[in-house]
């Protein structure tokens, strides 16, 4: 039983295998597929390292946004396709998820940011409890101004994830010390165990549609 991770909608771009005992491979790449015949030569390059033909897959999961338009329609697209010609489910998750899932290890708050337009960032909260992660808002895009302010109004230490450059980082840490800022790049290996997860629960699945939401406070 094998899971085909796909993340061409959040840098750094990656694809991941995993089966019944973990990871058996994950790649990074410099840029997105550029179209959908590029898309499936990485993931045909990918398989082809471990000796695992497509249609050993079982189940396909892929990171439905918010992220990059171009290569998450692309991504997206090949998902389907995929999931389609050889006739096994596919999962979407979204990137705010993915990244929560991923470095949400104890319990506690946790906002993820990832990049919308120029200054404003989609904002997603979290809270994990006895190992259970839950939303605790819906998700919105805010100003840097806007969230920074939020910070502020939490009692509460919170875990900010996402992928920050020195400088942002070493500002944010002086305009908000009470909480921790984490870099947190997005892992496809996480999207591949959410979709053998989801396979192994028996999950409904229909074909994937992204998450363009753009909805400003």
Same mark, same amino acid.
């Given at each position: 039983m094998f899971s085909l991770g796909i993340n061409f909608a959040v840098p750094?771009?990656?694809l991941a295998l995993v089966g019944?005992?973990?990871l058996l491979i994950e790649k990074q790449f410099l840029s997105s597929a550029a179209d959908n015949d590029a898309c499936i030569d990485r993931i045909a390059e990918v398989c082809d390292e471990v000796g695992i033909a497509l249609n050993d897959l079982s189940t396909v999961?892929?990171?439905v946004g918010p992220g990059t338009y171009t290569s998450l329609r692309t991504s997206i697209v090949t998902t389907n396709m995929l999931a389609q010609s050889l006739q096994i489910p596919a999962f979407g998750v979204s990137s705010l998820h993915?990244?929560?899932n991923l470095y949400a290890y104890h319990d506690g708050l946790y906002l993820v940011l990832l990049p919308a337009r120029k200054n404003e960032w989609h904002v997603m909260l979290y809270g994990k %409890?006895?190992?259970?992660?839950n939303e605790l808002a819906i998700p919105f895009v805010g100003s840097e101004e806007l969230v920074m302010g939020q910070l502020g109004s939490f009692e509460k230490s919170v875990s900010v994830l996402g992928v920050f450059t020195e400088q942002w980082l070493t500002e944010a840490k002086v305009r908000c010390p009470?909480?921790?800022?984490i870099n947190a790049p997005l892992r496809a290996q996480v999207v591949a165990d959410y979709a053998l997860s989801s396979l192994k629960n028996g999950l409904e699945?229909?074909?994937?549609?992204?998450y363009y939401?753009? %909805?400003?406070v």
């Open positions: 750094p771009f990656s019944a005992n973990g999961g892929c990171i993915a990244m929560a %409890e006895e190992r259970q992660l009470a909480h921790c800022f699945t229909t074909p994937l549609k992204p939401a753009y %909805e400003p």
